[in-house]
């Protein structure tokens, strides 16, 4: 059945290119890295096919009534991990948005005195993003700091397939090893990362290395990637990456749905990890064996909402995968259709598998004592709220009575110093004095907040070490 009308889209990147990038292999705690001009282009481009596949009339994918010229901010919204890799994904994300709205002389103001003024770089449009810090929302980097995670790393690495895996690539490594100057030749570290990136930007590189090499390397990190990041049980701990982030996409749908909310396109920047971890979830790999392994830099998974025709007029989903800046997009499909799956057997087959709250996610990684204060743990007012009853309970006695006693003396020193007035000249002016228990409590009821908007990679720099939360029940920090 067709299902013609696109009513909203959401789109799951990858980030562009990046020079030598290097991960723990047990922790996966990552090294600094930064995007490279390369990067930047390949993000351009996928934000520019983006636009003329869904913001485009002429396109049979094009999002209906979305703003086309001028950004709608209402109806775009995009959320960029800033964990490990976290500028090059923000470099990533500014250039894709800077292809998908491109400057137009709309961008522009007319003034009292009647003339135009258009915004600079020729009407450059300035799409706020929304970065998402690991320390107080793990819905774009669950899988570090995660006990259960790194044990499954562990036992990965002590299976038989592993161990099998290791002897056969064995004659490889060894002679890799004069093209790695230093690096570990083993299958435990891959080595593909820092082959790929000499092999782009080195010319003297490029030119020495065997012939081969490249796709041996990529086979195995491949391998390993697989291996990490995906499991056969849609619940599984090794599915970590994607289970966070269906909560962000299942939550973005909905709101799609819902004819009160202006939002139509979410962009979700994030690494490859949670593309491995999608594509066996929802069993796409099972349709397409191709997509095993790391994808692309610039890849992008579309899950478009549509709307079908009568008499089944349900909401139907249709997911398609770009790998890289060299294909197009191709249609996939999710645990066993041919074709569209609706909406709502989506919904209800990834449910139980979303790890929905910050919460939950500590418990999925095997934290037992919710209370302690520890670098994997950095929500103490939220892990608070699992310490014992009555400790609890005591705690919150005695937070009371110093409030009451704070609030009570306050209220003397308002009350003797009403009536105060200061004599200026001919005139009397009276003090007017907002009583500290208000104060007191206005404070204790203003939300933290989990993320930052941002406009530009300046912005960014400069307020990147200022971390703040936000704090609240459901889905406290994973809105």
């Known amino acids: 059945m067709s299902h013609p009308t696109v009513r909203g889209v959401v789109v799951i990147t990858r980030n562009g290119d990046r020079v030598d990038y290097y991960q723990d292999p047990k922790?996966?705690?990552?090294?600094?890295?930064?995007?490279?001009?390369?990067?930047?282009v390949q993000s351009h481009q996928l934000g520019e096919y983006l636009r003329k596949e869904y913001f485009s009339s002429s396109s049979p994918s094009f999002i209906h009534g979305v703003s086309t010229d001028l950004v709608d901010l209402g109806q775009v919204h995009a959320r960029i991990k800033n964990g490990g890799e976290g500028s090059v994904v923000f470099d990533?994300?500014?250039?894709?948005?800077?292809?998908?709205?491109?400057?137009?002389?709309?961008n522009s103001i007319e003034l009292a005195n009647g003339s135009l003024v258009v915004a600079p770089l020729g009407g450059y449009q300035y799409v706020p993003a929304?970065?998402?810090?690991?320390?107080?929302?793990?819905?774009?980097?669950?899988?570090?700091?995660?006990?259960?995670?790194?044990?499954?790393?562990?036992?990965?690495?002590?299976?038989?397939?592993f161990k099998n895996a290791e002897k056969q690539a064995a004659v490889f490594y060894k002679e890799a090893n004069d093209f790695l100057f230093g690096r570990p030749a083993t299958l435990v570290n891959a080595v593909f990362d820092y082959m790929n990136h000499e092999l782009t930007h080195n010319k003297s590189y490029a030119h020495r290395l065997p012939p081969t090499?490249?796709?041996?390397?990529?086979?195995?990190?491949?391998?390993?990637?697989?291996?990490?990041?995906?499991?056969?049980?849609?619940?599984?701990?090794?599915?970590?990456?994607?289970?966070?982030?269906?909560?962000s996409v299942v939550n973005s749908l909905e709101r799609i749905t819902f004819d009160g909310d202006p939002l139509q396109f979410l962009v979700e920047s994030t690494t490859y990890q949670a593309f491995i971890s999608l594509f066996t979830q929802t069993e796409m790999i099972q349709d397409d064996p191709t997509l095993k392994g790391i994808p692309e830099f610039a890849s992008a998974i579309a899950i478009?909402?549509?709307?079908?025709?009568?008499?089944?007029?349900?909401?139907?989903?249709?997911?398609?995968?770009?790998?890289?800046?060299?294909?197009?997009?191709?249609?996939?499909?999710v645990f066993g259709h041919k074709g569209d799956i609706p909406l709502t057997e989506f919904i209800y087959r990834v449910e139980g598998s979303v790890v929905s709250s910050n919460r939950q996610w500590l418990s999925v990684c095997g934290y037992k004592s919710f209370?302690?204060?520890?670098?994997?743990?950095?929500?103490?007012?939220?892990?608070?709220?699992?310490?014992r009853p009555v400790a609890t309970a005591v705690y919150?006695?005695?937070?009371?009575?110093?409030?009451?006693?704070?609030?009570?003396?306050?209220?003397?020193?308002?009350?003797?110093?009403?009536?105060?007035?200061?004599?200026?000249?001919?005139?009397?002016?009276?003090?007017?004095h907002h009583p500290p228990s208000?104060?007191?409590?206005?404070?204790?009821?203003?939300?933290?907040?989990s993320s930052r908007v941002v406009t530009s990679p300046a912005h960014y720099r400069l307020s990147a070490p200022h971390r703040t939360s936000k704090l609240s029940a459901g889905f406290e920090a994973f809105a």
């Not at 990533?92 to 709309?106: D, E, N, R, V, Y």
């Not at 819905?139 to 006990?147: I, V």
């Not at 041996?216 to 966070?244: C, K, L, Y």
């Not at 209370?371 to 310490?387: H, S, V």
């Open 27 to 40: 922790t996966y705690q990552s090294a600094q890295t930064d995007s490279t001009p390369l990067g930047e």
């Open 92 to 106: 990533s994300t500014i250039a894709l948005l800077q292809g998908l709205f491109p400057p137009t002389s709309k």
């Open 130 to 161: 929304e970065t998402v810090e690991p320390s107080n929302d793990r819905s774009l980097e669950s899988w570090t700091d995660c006990p259960n995670f790194e044990a499954h790393v562990e036992k990965f690495y002590s299976s038989d397939k």
């Open 213 to 247: 090499f490249i796709e041996q390397a990529r086979h195995w990190a491949n391998f390993h990637e697989e291996g990490v990041f995906s499991e056969s049980d849609i619940n599984g701990i090794g599915n970590i990456a994607g289970r966070t982030l269906l909560q």
């Open 304 to 333: 478009e909402l549509r709307r079908g025709s009568l008499p089944d007029n349900r909401d139907f989903l249709r997911f398609k995968f770009k790998n890289g800046t060299d294909e197009e997009f191709r249609t996939l499909h």
């Open 371 to 387: 209370g302690a204060w520890t670098p994997a743990l950095p929500f103490g007012i939220d892990a608070m709220a699992d310490q």
């Open 396 to 432: 919150g006695a005695l937070f009371a009575t110093l409030l009451m006693v704070f609030v009570f003396a306050a209220s003397k020193l308002v009350r003797r110093a009403r009536g105060k007035r200061i004599t200026l000249g001919a005139m009397e002016v009276h003090h007017h």
């Open 438 to 449: 208000l104060l007191v409590l206005s404070w204790l009821t203003v939300p933290w907040r």
